[in-house]
């Protein structure tokens, strides 16, 4: 009974003490342990977040160096001085790479070796190889003085080495210095006849005002390609030269027949035939020719002229108010103001061509 007393009067005493008779130390506990477990993961989160700008920073540092290290490869490159020998500036085949490192070893060269032909030996051979190599590429990026060099180095180690007299020639040729073309390639012809050689040494004799071994070989060449566009145009300039006007009208019309979309050429010959006095196959020349050329002047003032030859005045005013329309007032007058027009110049027709001519030119100096 006092055991049930004591139970009833702990629910019922009225001056309880909270602060002594209830202490929270398990609530406690249990903040602190929360409190430990959050500082654990804020130091985990640090440590890995440390860890993680860390190996950031070190990839960076190593995509720069990288960086760094071939530009650096790049700039220690050889640049190239006008003094440097001629390096292609287009990609070799693999099997010519080694030329690119070839510079090297002509720079430590012997300079005292002898002028003259060289043995046939490992030294020579690849230093000839070398030169031949890069006056191809040189040839293949147009730049034939370039080209020409480097084979003249070759034919001083090996005078008699074959291959390369043809193109040397064909260059000698754009140099204009025929004798030493004709000399090249009269040795390229001794190694093989090819339509290109022959062609190219009948044109290197021209240039040295050999006529009769031009024409030998240009004849030669025709045999060779009959219907050769250049061969023809080739004999046509030369026999013009030989004064064989019957024979280089023949070429010239067979080379226009073959090139009908050489402007220059037609306008060439149409010249020629006026210098021959040949005024009616001129005339039946040029009147064919502006016929697939309608915006040309120079044509119609050479068809003016020339139908003035031939007493077709009609005619030759039709071309001339043509040939006005297609250039400029000025140029139009300087061309009126030829000789050939003197037997017109009087004429009714002639004179209000040139007033419409000085009234346009004076409209273009006022806008101007």
Excluded at 333 to 341: G, K, Q, S, V
Aim: charged residues 30%; negative net charge.
């Amino acid at each position: 009974m006092k055991k049930k007393d004591e139970l009833r009067d702990i629910y019922h005493r009225d001056n309880l003490d909270f602060e002594k008779d209830f202490t929270p130390q398990v609530a406690q506990e249990i903040i602190e342990q929360r409190q430990r477990a959050l500082m654990r993961s804020r130091v985990i989160s640090m440590f890995f977040g440390g860890l993680a700008v860390v190996l950031s920073v070190v990839l960076i540092a190593v995509v720069i160096r990288d960086f760094l290290s071939k530009n650096n490869e790049k700039l220690a490159l050889p640049v190239r001085t006008a003094e440097s020998t001629y390096i292609p500036r287009h990609s070799l085949p693999a099997e010519a790479a080694w030329v690119m490192e070839y510079q090297r070893a002509t720079d430590n060269a012997d300079p005292f070796d002898e002028p003259g032909e060289k043995p046939l030996s490992t030294k020579w051979v690849k230093k000839a190889a070398y030169h031949i190599i890069l006056g191809q590429q040189a040839m293949a990026i147009d730049e034939p003085e370039e080209a020409l060099k480097n084979f003249q180095e070759v034919v001083k180690i090996y005078p008699e080495i074959e291959g390369l007299h043809r193109s040397m020639g064909m260059l000698y040729i754009q140099e204009e210095e025929y004798e030493l073309a004709a000399k090249h390639l009269e040795l390229a012809l001794q190694e093989e006849e090819l339509f290109g050689v022959v062609n190219n040494l009948g044109t290197a004799y021209i240039g040295t005002k050999n006529y009769d071994l031009a024409e030998k070989h240009l004849t030669r060449a025709l045999e060779l390609q009959p219907e050769s566009p250049i061969c023809h145009k080739n004999l046509a300039v030369l026999y013009r030269k030989m004064d064989r006007a019957d024979d280089a009208v023949f070429h010239f019309e067979k080379y226009l027949e073959l090139r009908p979309d050489d402007l220059e050429t037609m306008q060439t010959y149409a010249l020629y035939l006026t210098k021959l006095g040949r005024w009616k196959t001129a005339a039946q020349f040029l009147d064919k020719l502006t016929q697939q050329v309608t915006d040309v002047a120079p044509i119609y003032f050479l068809l003016a002229q020339v139908q003035l030859q031939n007493g077709e005045r009609d005619k030759a005013m039709a071309a001339l108010q043509r040939g006005i329309q297609l250039i400029d007032p000025a140029l139009a007058l300087a061309w009126m103001n030829r000789d050939e027009f003197n037997m017109v110049r009087e004429s009714q027709e002639f004179q209000s061509l040139v007033d419409q001519l000085e009234i346009k030119s004076i409209s273009l100096d006022d806008r101007e």
